[in-house]
């Protein structure tokens, strides 16, 4: 910075600094504009340059708070990490207290069982039956033999989208299933419960749910593919749960690998020779479950890891995680714990997918356009979500298209207003475009569904669009303008190879129509008004300029032979209906072309001959009915005017804008050729 900036800075930097004093003194002491301006320049430098720096200032501090953040993220981590050694040292010393006091209880058991050895059983089984009389519609439940009571409680039940309670539940833990029965409202002697479900225990998982105050003591039952979350009255009830229901499904698991182990025959000879294929095929999954490998420690962490970066909202981190896990798993045998690791998995991926759809969704904030969708819809598409991820960011451009819209203030001016509504709409659709284009490169199968959307993100923008230009009034000229603001806009839509023109013209075409004809009916309203008012007199401009504009307008409209018409003393050798209908049938033309496209030819063909038929058949009716005959020479004047120099420039007009012949307008100009007075008859003959 200058020498004189930085006098400047440390002035308007002093405490003592006094806005109108300096002001004041700085208005006496300069000599004139100049120095006003070249002292704003440098108070407007010293702006910029404060501005920079606070910008840079925010930058920087904007990097320290993700750095902040990922070291929290980091310490939480391995926070959880340590959570989980003392977890399983805990869990360590249990197992080795049960390991010492199982001998005692088996010695104590096995003189029990000596002493009563179908006492525990027959006694176990009598309270399933007591307690399941009280389920309505339980009782085929004690069909199957052997089959008794572990464990039972009450749980509420919750909601697995919304983690609201849906129902009060009481479960029955038995040896080989689970019973989940609902509190009936209204008791009918001792029946309390209505049964619900029944599930083996090889059916489902049971999965720990972390505490999320005021969610807690839940846990969670996988069974693919639904899942179902139960809440416990507390802490330690929630722990009895999950430990007996662990321990009763390993108790079962090895209870029907010793049935089977007593089932196969010893012999050698079958032992070592099967004819059967089918022995084969059953023994490889023991097989395979041996030689896959999920005692890893990233595998064991693996669904508490997606939890963590679900909620720290580390889609990427998630979504590198089960590609890891997949490449893992990719070509290993699917044995029973694979599946129910994939089971607790994709419980996640589900999660996973609810929130990148939710960040998605056009209830979330719609700032940041459409870069700021591009996070959630790539981890979608690497989750093979790659149809729900193109319809998602269409939604969500299409509700950011329409709030832009609806919030642009309607200008007094249409044209200016038309103008914002292009910009906004078309820049908002290229940049759509783009950034579509960069998100799916590698499905080519979604493009037609972004076609589909343009067209309907256009139909949005005309829907706007008419209703300020055509459902207004709005003069034709103006229609026109706009038309042409659009036209543009929507031709740097090619650019990306993405042509709307036929769809804009195609949606406008009813309001222009509706507009020309509207504009025509006027003009033949206006000139039969002034037909009816005709005096057949030449035009007395009263003043030279006044004739220099009238030639100027003449010109414009391309009637270079006006000149012809025109005579001294400003007076102008035409009648002022003839010259009015000129310039109004020529300005109509002019506009019609900047709206015309090829549905409209025969509409704008069609209007432009009849409003010259109005003025032609005026003409032609004036002449035949004037008796004067200096009067009638003047209209046939008039009538030349018509026919020789204005319908030939509407004709080669028509043309040039179009790019083919007005056909329609050549035979009209044939059929009402000037026309022939009989001096010796008050008629006239065409």
Not at 71 to 86: A, G, K, T
Not at 292 to 320: K, T, Y
């Amino acid at each position: 910075m200058s020498e004189t900036g930085n006098r400047l800075r440390k002035l308007l930097e002093s405490p003592n600094f006094d806005p109108q004093n300096y002001v004041k003194q700085l208005s006496q002491q300069s000599d004139g504009d100049r120095d006003l301006q070249e002292h704003r320049q440098k108070v407007q430098n010293l702006a910029d340059e404060t501005a920079q720096n606070l910008k840079k200032n925010v930058y920087k501090n904007y990097r320290q708070f993700i750095e902040t953040a990922k070291e929290i993220s980091y310490l939480e981590s391995e926070m959880y990490q340590l959570s989980h050694i003392l977890t399983e040292q805990k869990s360590i010393m249990e197992s080795i207290t049960q390991a010492l006091l199982s001998t005692d209880k088996d010695e104590t058991s096995k003189e029990m069982q000596a002493a009563f050895p179908k006492e525990t059983e027959e006694l176990k089984q009598r309270t399933l039956t007591s307690l399941l009389e009280k389920v309505e519609g339980g009782k085929n439940i004690m069909d199957t033999p052997g089959r008794h009571l572990i464990y039972n409680g009450d749980l509420v039940e919750f909601d697995v989208d919304n983690m609201s309670p849906i129902q009060k539940v009481h479960a029955f833990l038995m040896n080989d299933c689970l019973l989940i029965a609902t509190w009936l409202p209204n008791r009918r002697g001792t029946v309390k419960y209505k049964y619900n479900a029944l599930y083996d225990l090889e059916s489902f998982a049971v999965v720990n749910v972390k505490d999320n105050p005021p969610m807690k003591d839940m846990f969670k039952i996988l069974m693919f593919p639904d899942s179902r979350i139960f809440q416990a009255e507390n802490s330690k009830i929630k722990k009895e749960w999950l430990e007996i229901l662990d321990e009763t499904k390993k108790n079962k698991v090895t209870k029907d690998r010793h049935k089977k182990e007593e089932e196969v025959p010893t012999s050698p000879v079958r032992a070592e020779v099967s004819t059967n294929p089918f022995d084969e095929d059953d023994d490889e999954p023991i097989d395979a479950g041996e030689s896959v490998d999920l005692s890893l420690e990233w595998i064991q962490e693996l669904p508490e890891d997606l939890d963590v970066c679900i909620a720290q909202r580390d889609f990427e981190g998630a979504v590198d995680l089960l590609d890891k896990l997949n490449e893992y798993l990719k070509d290993q045998p699917v044995t029973q714990k694979v599946k129910e690791l994939r089971a607790k998995v994709d419980e996640r991926v589900r999660q996973l997918t609810e929130v990148l759809v939710f960040e998605l969704s056009p209830d979330r904030s719609l700032r940041g356009g459409p870069k700021a969708t591009r996070r959630a819809v790539s981890q979608l598409i690497r989750l093979g979500q790659s149809t729900k991820a193109c319809e998602l960011f269409l939604k969500n451009r299409a509700a950011a298209v329409q709030t832009a819209i609806r919030q642009l203030r309607i200008e007094g001016a249409t044209l200016l207003y038309i103008h914002k509504l292009c910009n906004i709409f078309f820049t908002s659709l290229l940049e759509t475009a783009k950034e579509f284009e960069m998100d799916f490169a590698g499905n080519t199968g979604c493009y037609s569904a972004f076609v589909v959307w343009s067209k309907s993100a256009m139909r949005t923008f005309v829907n706007a669009f008419s209703k300020q230009v055509f459902d207004s009034k709005e003069s034709l000229s103006t229609a026109a303008e706009c038309v042409k603001v659009a036209k543009e806009h929507c031709q740097q839509l090619t650019e990306i190879g993405l042509d709307l023109t036929f769809t804009l013209q195609s949606l406008l075409v009813k309001d222009i129509k509706a507009a020309l004809q509207s504009y025509k009916d006027i003009i033949i309203e206006a000139t039969k008004h002034r037909n009816s008012e005709e005096m057949w007199r030449r035009m007395n401009l009263m003043t030279p300029e006044a004739l220099a504009k009238l030639k100027d307008e003449m010109r414009s409209c391309g009637m270079s032979s006006f000149e012809q018409y025109t005579g001294d003393d400003c007076w102008v050798n035409l009648s002022y209906t003839i010259v009015a209908f000129t310039k109004q049938m020529m300005s109509f033309l002019e506009e019609g072309l900047k709206l015309y496209f090829p549905e409209l030819h025969m509409v704008l063909l069609e209007s432009l001959r009849e409003i010259i038929l109005v003025a032609v058949q005026h003409v032609d009716y004036s002449v035949r009915c004037e008796q004067d005959a200096e009067k009638k020479t003047f209209i046939l004047q008039n009538a030349s005017f018509l026919h020789d120099t204005v319908l030939p420039v509407v004709e080669r007009r028509f043309e040039e804008g179009v790019g083919k012949p007005a056909k329609q307008l050549q035979d009209l100009r044939k059929s009402t050729r000037p026309v022939r007075i009989n001096p010796e008859s008050t008629t006239s003959v065409v």
